[in-house]
């Protein structure tokens, strides 16, 4: 059994974990808010989350370099209940790609956003909210985990048996998902709570027949693995690599396509650099994103640096 394969499974049970604390939280009715910097909220399911994963996947792997959006914690004790020692069997029993399959644990960066839509999750947009584990080897995002506790959430049934898991692992597939495309127009999903001039200037430049605006990075990569948007449109440094790791990872494996707003790859070495400076473009289809691509005015090019390779 690869190690990774063993990771991926270890992250699938403990996101579901995570999703539980979330719950667990926002029933509470005590978020424990924090503002970490302008537009930058933390709850008390932020921390929490990222201490079950964390505390998790450190346990089993203690040779893989994690990387948790909320930083280290430290001083905040796991609760015995909150470390997951369960491998998921629906991802032991598939066989991994050849290059993926004998890669050393000293080799995975896990990046962990325990909580994407964190803005929304605080306002009662529940659905926008997702749990987000990556994995990259060699810079690259290869695998991805994504748990969205509230999906078709309704207060009539039990919250905890509510929920989905997705994963994908690129040159495999997806599970827990149905890629679709949408049938017609040009649908722009974007941010709706980080917007800036930049953004909308972007945006019209490329004359959708629709823009959905939406919170998280996880949520509008799920739209487009689901059919319901063409592009995710984004030039703004905002996002940070535990936003775009595990999106990146399941969308390419269903087919689409991530990278900054130039077209270079998006790197998630362990000794990057946090933000995204390039800002974020995905399609659906990957043979899409040349189009978008184009499409990026020649301002907002100038506005956000170029860094990487292009793909
Ligand atoms: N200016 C910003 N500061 C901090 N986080 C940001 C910013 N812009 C985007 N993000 C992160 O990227 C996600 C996607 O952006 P948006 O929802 O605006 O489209 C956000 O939910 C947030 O992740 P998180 O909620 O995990 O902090
Ligand atoms: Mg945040
Ligand atoms: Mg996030
Ligand atoms: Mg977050």
Redesign the pocket.
């Known amino acids: 059994m690869s190690t990774l394969q063993r990771v991926i499974a270890n992250a699938v049970a403990a996101v579901d974990r995570a999703g539980r604390i979330v719950k667990e939280v926002l029933h509470s009715g005590s978020l424990g808010i924090i503002d970490k910097a302008q537009d930058d909220l933390q709850t008390e399911a932020?921390r929490s989350a990222q201490k079950c994963i964390v505390a998790s996947l450190s346990k089993s792997f203690p040779r893989m370099k994690i990387i948790g959006?909320e930083g280290a914690q430290e001083g905040m004790a796991a609760k015995d209940d909150w470390i997951v020692k369960e491998l998921d069997g629906a991802v032991l029993k598939e066989t991994l790609p050849s290059d993926l399959a004998g890669v050393d644990e000293k080799d995975i960066v896990c990046w962990v956003?325990?909580?994407?839509g964190?803005k929304e999750y605080t306002q009662g947009l529940l659905d926008h909210v997702t749990v987000l584990v990556g994995f990259a080897v060699g810079g690259k995002a290869v695998a991805g985990v994504v748990h969205q506790p509230f999906y078709n959430y309704t207060k009539q049934a039990d919250p905890f048996k509510q929920g989905r898991t997705m994963w994908g692992i690129v040159g495999l597939g997806v599970r827990g998902i149905t890629p679709a495309v949408p049938a017609s127009g040009k649908i722009i999903t974007t941010t709706r709570s980080h917007s800036s001039p930049t953004i909308n200037a972007c945006i019209e430049a490329m004359k959708p027949t629709e823009v959905i605006r939406v919170g998280g990075a996880g949520h509008k990569v799920l739209l487009l693995i689901e059919g319901q948007a063409h592009a995710y449109v984004f030039p703004s440094p905002g996002c940070k690599k535990?936003d775009t790791c595990a999106p990146e990872a399941l969308l390419e494996a269903a087919g689409g396509a991530l990278t900054d707003i130039h077209g270079s790859k998006i790197l998630y070495h362990a000794d990057v650099d946090h933000p995204n400076w390039g800002g974020v473009l995905a399609t659906c289809k990957r043979d899409l994103l040349p189009q978008y691509l184009r499409e990026v005015p020649e301002s907002v090019r100038q506005a956000l640096p170029v860094l990487g390779q292009k793909l």
């Not at 956003?113 to 994407?116: E, K, N, S």
Request: aromatic fraction near 12%.
């Open positions: 932020d959006e956003d325990p909580l994407d964190t535990w």
